[in-house]
C-alpha cells in the first residue's frame, strides 16, 4: 500500500493537490480571483461586467465614424465663426465700395467684391451666424414644440391623438415654399426672428408624429407597464421611463431637419421674403449675384459654395447618429 502524503500547512494541500482534479480546481479559483478583478468585461458591457446604455454605445459609435467626426469638425468651425466672426474677417460686411463693385480676387480681399463694392470673403463669413441661427433655433423650437404635442398625443391616445392627427394633416397639406410666400410677405422686419417662427409653424407636425410613435413604441414596454402597476405617476413614467427610450427618433430627425431649415431660409431669402437688407445672409447675396453670374460668377460661387457645405455637413451628421442610435444596424 502506498504511503501517504501528510497534509501541507504551508499550501493548504495535501496528496490530492498533486491530482488532477485538485489543480483543477486551484487554477479555477486563481481565474475566477482574476475574472473579478479585471476592469473591463465582455463585449457590450462596461467597467465590472455592468451593460452598456444605448446613449454610450452610440457615442462609441460615432466616435469611430469618419464621416461624424468631419462632419461635426465643419460645424464647430461653423458655430465658432458665426459666434466671433472677427476671428478670420476684420472687415465690415456693410463696408462697400461702388468703385470696386464686380471686381475679382484682390490681395486682402480673397473673394473679390459683389455688386455694390462689398467684400463677398467678409460678407460669406458673416452669412454664416444668420444660416446657424435660423437653423439651431428653429430646430429647438420644433423639437420642443413637436415632441411636447406628440409624446402626449402618444401617451394619453383617444381624444389627444385624434385631434393632433386632424391638425397634423392640415398642416402638412401646406406646401412649405408657397406658405413662405404667403406669411413672410406681410413681414417688415429684417431680423431673423419672423423666419424662425415660420418655419417652427409648419415643421412641428413632422416632429410631432415621429414622438407620437416613438412614444407609442415605448409605453408597451414592460417596464413601462410595471412602474404603471406599482402606483407611478404620469408625469414619472413620461420623465423617468417613456422619454429617455423615446427621445433618439426625435434627436436624429432634428439633427437632419436643421440642415434642411438653413436651404429653407437661403431659398426664402433668395426669393426676397425672408431676411431682407441690410441683414447679411447667403440666400440675399446668392440672389443678389444671380444678376451677374456671366461676369462675375465668384459672386455666386462663394455664398452658394458655403451654404452647400453647411447644410452637408449637418445633413452627414444626422446620418451618421441615425445610424449610431439605430439597434437594427448593430
Given at each position: 500500500m502506498p504511503e501517504q502524503?501528510?497534509?501541507?500547512?504551508?499550501?493548504?494541500?495535501?496528496?490530492?493537490?498533486?491530482?488532477?482534479?485538485?489543480?483543477?480546481?486551484?487554477?479555477?479559483?486563481?481565474?475566477?480571483?482574476?475574472?473579478?478583478?479585471?476592469?473591463?468585461?465582455?463585449?457590450?458591457?462596461?467597467?465590472?461586467?455592468?451593460?452598456?446604455?444605448?446613449?454610450?454605445?452610440?457615442?462609441?459609435?460615432?466616435?469611430?465614424?469618419?464621416?461624424f467626426i468631419v462632419s461635426a469638425l465643419v460645424i464647430l468651425f461653423l458655430v465658432v465663426i458665426s459666434i466671433w466672426p472677427s476671428l478670420i474677417a476684420d472687415q465690415d460686411p456693410l463696408d462697400c465700395d461702388l468703385a470696386k463693385a464686380q471686381e475679382g480676387s484682390q490681395p486682402g480681399h480673397p473673394f473679390g467684391f459683389?455688386?455694390?463694392?462689398?467684400?463677398?470673403?467678409?460678407?460669406?463669413?458673416?452669412?454664416?451666424?444668420?444660416?446657424?441661427?435660423?437653423?439651431?433655433?428653429?430646430?429647438?423650437?420644433?423639437?420642443?414644440?413637436?415632441?411636447?404635442?406628440?409624446?402626449?398625443?402618444?401617451?394619453?391616445?383617444?381624444?389627444?391623438?385624434?385631434?393632433?392627427?386632424?391638425?397634423?394633416?392640415?398642416?402638412?397639406?401646406?406646401?412649405?415654399?408657397?406658405?413662405?410666400l404667403v406669411f413672410l410677405s406681410v413681414v417688415t422686419s429684417s431680423t431673423v426672428w419672423p423666419v424662425i417662427g415660420f418655419i417652427v409653424l409648419l415643421g412641428w407636425p413632422q416632429i410631432a408624429r415621429i414622438a407620437r410613435g416613438s412614444v407609442i413604441t415605448a409605453k408597451q414596454n414592460d417596464y413601462v407597464q410595471a412602474a404603471r402597476a406599482l402606483g407611478a405617476s404620469n408625469p414619472r413614467m413620461m420623465l423617468r421611463h417613456i422619454l429617455p427610450n423615446a427621445v433618439a427618433p426625435v434627436i436624429v430627425v432634428a439633427t437632419i431637419a436643421l440642415g434642411t431649415y438653413i436651404s429653407l431660409e437661403a431659398t426664402l431669402s433668395y426669393l426676397g421674403v425672408g431676411l431682407k437688407p441690410p441683414a447679411v445672409s447667403w440666400g440675399i447675396d446668392i440672389s443678389a449675384a444671380s444678376a451677374y453670374v456671366r461676369n462675375a460668377p465668384h459672386m455666386l460661387l462663394w455664398p452658394a459654395g458655403a451654404l452647400a457645405v453647411t447644410v452637408l455637413a449637418f445633413i452627414m451628421l444626422g446620418d451618421a447618429v441615425r445610424d449610431a442610435l439605430d439597434p437594427k444596424l448593430r
Open positions: 502524503q501528510p497534509w501541507d500547512e504551508t499550501t493548504g494541500s495535501g496528496a490530492i493537490s498533486g491530482a488532477g482534479a485538485g489543480g483543477a480546481m486551484d487554477l479555477a479559483v486563481e481565474e475566477g480571483t482574476t475574472l473579478e478583478r479585471t476592469p473591463g468585461g465582455p463585449e457590450g458591457t462596461g467597467p465590472a461586467g455592468k451593460p452598456r446604455s444605448l446613449w454610450s454605445d452610440a457615442w462609441r459609435d460615432l466616435r469611430r465614424n469618419p464621416v459683389d455688386g455694390q463694392g462689398c467684400d463677398v470673403y467678409t460678407r460669406t463669413v458673416y452669412g454664416a451666424r444668420t444660416s446657424v441661427a435660423v437653423g439651431v433655433l428653429s430646430t429647438l423650437g420644433v423639437s420642443l414644440l413637436g415632441g411636447v404635442l406628440g409624446g402626449l398625443a402618444g401617451f394619453f391616445g383617444k381624444g389627444w391623438d385624434a385631434v393632433l392627427s386632424r391638425i397634423t394633416d392640415v398642416f402638412f397639406g401646406i406646401p412649405v415654399v408657397l406658405g413662405g
